[in-house]
Each structure stands twice: as structure tokens, then as C-alpha cells.
């Protein structure tokens, strides 16, 4: 069985000496990999190495230079494209149709998008009058922040960690990955693209691991490490947030979600069915913008119940290979049981299945994680399963009336990440964008992205934004520069 090495300071390090643990093909349900297990010490080298590079000529780089390397690290993952897609798949079980159309070419674009626009960027100045007559000039220069700590989850493992590791080294950081446990092939892949294109040793660290009172803890509580950036659970959000506050570093959170889509009586059905169909089961419900919560008006409730119903019940779960397979497995044993205790819930609550509510054992792949698509209707909004997130290919299915209700039950949630609406009547979309308490409003589609736009959420859903000109302003420290005329 292969092993997946770990990279410090441009060094390999393979299993020997170290312990490792199984990475599993959530499809198959069988390990296929094992990883190097760091340890603390090896978290502590990584920093160190990663505080050298910063003053080494990864520091000394012209910004010209710098974004010309990272332009060619978007190159290399296009030209290593099947690599990319092989390792992604291994670890997630997602299908091809999607790991080749989002994660790999979105990993490539965030190095393009966020070189280019730290290659452009301007800087603020300020001419001051002074009593003298002569003035002063300021000028606001971005500095690196120095090692950044990014921590990442196993749901779209390439993109969200390309996401974070590509502006903060457009803005001159170094920085330290630690991947998901479960998803920890790509981090590696993407260390051998920086050997390859020439980025120098100690700028790109990869550390393999867990995360309390391992890796993770050990980046988040290490005082050379100058901030942290983690997407993941609100739960383990916190945990950092009390770890780092003796370090008082920067964080950016990118945190869970109970996403609504509201679906008004005059939307366009079949677009508003086939975006729902899209919202709910993508990644098989495992990404965090995916709504969980969908509100249908009364006056169409039951025809896009079953028109949704039609369209699970259509998915194909299967090969992830195959071009045709639309959905996959959960990432885990331990997620599906999580996901099956909340089917469970859902009867206890007194909720029904339209669709679902079972694992699912697709030919030849009878020992993976996989579940069936499911829908539920009948709880009330006080419910666990209408609070908690579930991170699965589930929705339930709630009727309204009037706006100012649905408004209202949208935004009952200690989550505000992202909303769907969908609507023909435009004061309507504005006036319930506007109401619906998120970081992120879709109107008429769904995890449409620009990557110039600001992305986080409110409440328990993250801390910041990232995104175009707010990513690169969270990796830099801004420095004024005061000169007497
Ligand atoms: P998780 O919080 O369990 O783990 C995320 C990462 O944090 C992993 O690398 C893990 O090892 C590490 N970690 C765990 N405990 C830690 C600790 N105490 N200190 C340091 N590191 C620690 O999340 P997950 O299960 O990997 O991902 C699913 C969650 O991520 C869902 O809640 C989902 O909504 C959320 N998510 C949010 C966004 C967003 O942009 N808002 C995007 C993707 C996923
Ligand atoms: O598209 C992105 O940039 C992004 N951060 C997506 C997050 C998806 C959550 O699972």
C-alpha cells in the first residue's frame, strides 16, 4: 500500500520513523493509502522552516517573480489534471463529473485569479496638511503576515485549500497545510507542483494529522505561527478561537451552515426544482452552502414536493468513474452513522420520508459509505433535525404563506451562511435577499461563484471574509508610512 508523505522545509518525510494511519476510499470502504502521522515536534520544524523561507529569496522575491510562479503552479495542476482528479476521487468518493468540472479546475483558478489581482493591486495614499504648509504624505503598504496556519476540511479538499494557500502567498506569506485526516492525497500532490515549478523549499509545509492535541492544536497554539485561517465545523471554530486567544493571532473562519432555499409560488418551476435538486444533493449534501432547510409556498407545495421527490429518486448512485454517476458516498463511517442517526431522528421527531432515509449499497461498491438521497417533510421548525447541521443528501420540505413567515423561519437559526431564492417577482428577491440574515443570497441559481466576491457568513457560520480583495487583506498586515514633506 502507498504511503502519503507529509513536506517540511522541502523535505520528504516518508513513514520512517513515524506512525501512520489508514486513508480510506469512502466509496469502496476500504483503506487504500497510509499517511504519515506528524507529530508536534515535526509542526514546530515546519514553522521554523517556514519562518526561514520568509527571509530567504521566497522573501526577497520581486512581486513580479512571485505571481509568475504561482501563475505556473495553476499551469502544472491543469497539466497534471488526472493526478489531481485520481487523488480527489481516492479520497472523497465524489464523482467524476464533479471532481473534473469544480474541484481540480477550481484549484488551478484560485492561483490565477489571486496572482493576478495581488499583481494589480494599488495602494491607498493620503497627502496631510501640516500647520508648516508642506504636508505629509502616507502611504499604506501590504506586508506579509509571515506563517499562516490553514487548516482545512475533507468536502472539497483541493478547492477550499488552494482557496486559502494561494492569497496568502500571492501576499508573501509562507504557510502550513493541514489537510483533513481524511482527505490528505492532494495537499501532498500540490507540494510535488511547487518542487516541481521552482517555488523555494519552506514556503509550501504540509503537515499530516489529527486535530486536538495533535497537528491541528499544535499550528493554531504555536507562537511563531501568525495566523490562522480554518474552515470547517462552528464546533471546532470555537475550540481554535479559545486555543488562539493567548497568541491573540488573526483568524479567519469559514464555519457551518443550515442553509435555507425559499421557493416562491411564481418561480420559474422547473428552474427552481432543478437548482433545489442541485443545492440539497450536490457532493452528496456535503458542501457547506448546501440547503438543508427548503420552504415551498403553500400553492405549489405539493407538486414541487413530488417533482423533487422524482428527481432523488433519479439520481444515480454508482462507480464514481462513470460520466453518468451523479451522486457518491458520505466521507466516512463515522459521517454516515452520523447522517443515518439523524434519518433516525426524523422518525422520533415525527417527521415522514418522501424519499429515503436509508444507506444504499450500489453493485460493487456494497461496503462504502453511501446513503440514499432523502427527503422529509412534517417537522416542526423547533425540531433537532430543522436546528442542527446534518452535512448529507437530506432536505426537508416545509409549506408557508406569506413572506414575513418564511422570512422569519429562514432566519431562526444560529447559522447564516448561505440562502436560495427563487422568485420571478424582482422587489421580492431584493426586499427577501435583503431580509434573509446570510453571508451569501443566491437568487434564481445556486453556488454561482465569483471569485472577487466577498464569501463567509454570519452568526455561528464564520468570523471574516475571504475573496477577492478581502482574502488578500486578511493575509497582509497593512503598515502606514508617514513622510514629512
Ligand atoms: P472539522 O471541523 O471536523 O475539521 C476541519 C479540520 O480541522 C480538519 O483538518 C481537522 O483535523 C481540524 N481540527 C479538528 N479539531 C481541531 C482542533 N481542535 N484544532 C485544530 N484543528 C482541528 O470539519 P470537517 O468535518 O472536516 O468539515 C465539515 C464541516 O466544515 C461542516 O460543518 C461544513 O459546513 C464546514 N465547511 C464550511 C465551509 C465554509 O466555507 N463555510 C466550507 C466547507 C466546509
Ligand atoms: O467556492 C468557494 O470559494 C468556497 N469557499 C466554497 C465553499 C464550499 C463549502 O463547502
Redesign the pocket.
Known sequence: MKTIPSLIGGRWIGPENRSQFDNFNPALGVPYAKVVKNSIEDVDEAVQCAKKALHGPWGQMSLGDRVALLEKVADTIMERFDAFLAAEMADTGKPISLASQIDIPRGAANFRIFARMAASMGSDSFFTHTPDGQGAVNYVQQMPVGVVGV??????PLL?MTWKVAPALAMGNTVIV????ETPATATLLGEVMEQVGVPAGVYNVVHG???ECV??AL?THPDVAAIT?????R?GS??MA?AAAHIKPLSF????KNPAVVFGDADFDKALEGTTRSVFSNCGQV?LCSERVYVHESIFDRFAEALTEKARGLVLADPQLETTSMGPLISQVHRDKVQSYFDLVKQEGGTFLTGGVTAQPQGFENGFWVEPTIATGLSETARVQKE?I?GPFCHLTPFKEEEEVIHMANDTEYG?AAAIWTEDLKRAHRVAQSVEAGMVWVNTWFLRDLRTPFG?VKN??IGREGGRHSLEFYSESKTICIKM
Do not use: H, M, Q
Open positions: 487548516i482545512c476540511p475533507w468536502n472539497l477550499l493541514k489537510p483533513s485526516e489529527f486535530g486536538p491541528g492544536d493554531v480554518f474552515t470547517g465545523e462552528s471546532t475550540a481554535i486555543r469559514e464555519l457551518g451552515g457547506c447541521e452535512f451562511l457568513g457560520s464564520g
